[in-house]
C-alpha cells in the first residue's frame, strides 16, 4: 500500500523558543546530539566536551549578556586559532547568526562547532514533552542552585565563626589574673557541655543538605526521562551521563567539606598556640 501522509499528531513539531539559560542549552543540544560523532570532525559529541566548549564561550562574553557580539566572536575564533581573515571571520559570523538577531548564542556556536544541523536541533517529535521536560529541568536545576547555596553559606559562617573565636582567644590568651582564670573555666566549660551537641546538630545540617541535593539530582534525572521518546541506546547515554555529572557533584562537595574541616582544625590550632604558647 503507498505510504501514508503525516497527520497533524504526527508531524515532528519545531521548537523555537530556545532557553536563556546556557546550562538549559547544553542540555537542550545534548538531548539531541549526545553521543552521535560530529559532522565538522570534532569526534564524538559528548557532555564533557561540550562543557568545556561553554566554559570558552563564557570567557568570551565579554559584557556578559549572555550571547557574543561580532567583536566577541572573532575574538573567540582567535582564541581557537581560526586563521583567517577579518572578512572571513564577518561570513562566519553570519553563518553562525542563524536567527539573525546579530547576536550568536551558545546553541548557534555548538551548531557551528560541531557542524550540527539547526534544523534539527529544533525539530521534536513531541513539543508538549520538550516543553515540559525543560520547564522541570529549570526547577530541578534551580533547587540544585539553592542547596548549594545554602552550603556555601553554612561553611562562609562556619569558617568566620572559626576566625571570631580564634580572635577571642587570642585576647583571652594575653589576659591575667582573676580575668586569666575566669576566662580558662569559661573555655573549659564550652569544651565539655556545648561540644556534642553543636556536633550532632551540624550532622544533621550537613545530611539534610545532602537528602536536599539528592532529590534535585533525581528531579533533573525525571526530567530528561519525561521527553525522551528514544532508542534504549540513547536512554542508556543519558543515564551515564547523568551519572557522571552526579559523582562529579558528589566529589565537590567533599571537597568543599574537607576543605572546611580543615579550616576549622586550623583554627583550633591557632587558637590553642595563641593561648598556651603565647599568653603569659
Do not use: C
Not at 572578512?87 to 550540527?116: C, K, P, Q
Not at 562562609?156 to 576566662?183: C, I
Amino acid at each position: 500500500p503507498p505510504p501514508q501522509a503525516p497527520t497533524p499528531s504526527t508531524m515532528p513539531a519545531v521548537y523555537d523558543q530556545d532557553p536563556e539559560d546556557h546550562r538549559m542549552q547544553l542540555e537542550m543540544y545534548l538531548f539531541k546530539f549526545g553521543g552521535m560523532e560530529s559532522p565538522s570532525n570534532r569526534g564524538t559529541i559528548t557532555r564533557d566536551g561540550l562543557v568545556d566548549l561553554l566554559a570558552e564561550y563564557e570567557r568570551h562574553d565579554l559584557d556578559k549578556d549572555g550571547e557574543l557580539n561580532e567583536v566577541e566572536s572573532s575574538s573567540l575564533l582567535e582564541h581557537r586559532d581560526e586563521t583567517m581573515t577579518a572578512l572571513e571571520r564577518r561570513d562566519h559570523f553570519r553563518e553562525m547568526d542563524r536567527n539573525g538577531n546579530h547576536l550568536i548564542s551558545f546553541l548557534e556556536w555548538a551548531t557551528f562547532v560541531y557542524g550540527t544541523s539547526w534544523e534539527d536541533l529544533h525539530t521534536f517529535t513531541d513539543q508538549a514533552a520538550m516543553d515540559a521536560a525543560k520547564a522541570a529541568m529549570r526547577e530541578a536545576m534551580e533547587e540544585q542552585d539553592r542547596v548549594r547555596a545554602e552550603i556555601e553559606a553554612r561553611r562562609q559562617a562556619e569558617e568566620k565563626a572559626a576566625a571570631d573565636r580564634a580572635a577571642e582567644l587570642e585576647a583571652e590568651a594575653k589576659l591575667t589574673g582573676v580575668q586569666g582564670m575566669a576566662a580558662f573555666f569559661k573555655r573549659a566549660a564550652e569544651a565539655t557541655g556545648d561540644t556534642t551537641e553543636d556536633n550532632a546538630a551540624k550532622i544533621k545540617r550537613e545530611a539534610a543538605a545532602r537528602r536536599a541535593l539528592r532529590e534535585a539530582e533525581k528531579k533533573r534525572k525525571e526530567a530528561e526521562d519525561m521527553a525522551k521518546e528514544l532508542s534504549p541506546e540513547e536512554a542508556r547515554r543519558r543515564m551515564e551521563a547523568a551519572q557522571a555529572e552526579a559523582d562529579a557533584e558528589r566529589a565537590r562537595i567533599a571537597e568543599q567539606q574537607k576543605a572546611a574541616t580543615a579550616a576549622r582544625r586550623k583554627a583550633f590550632r591557632d587558637a590553642q598556640e595563641a593561648k598556651w604558647g603565647g599568653g603569659k
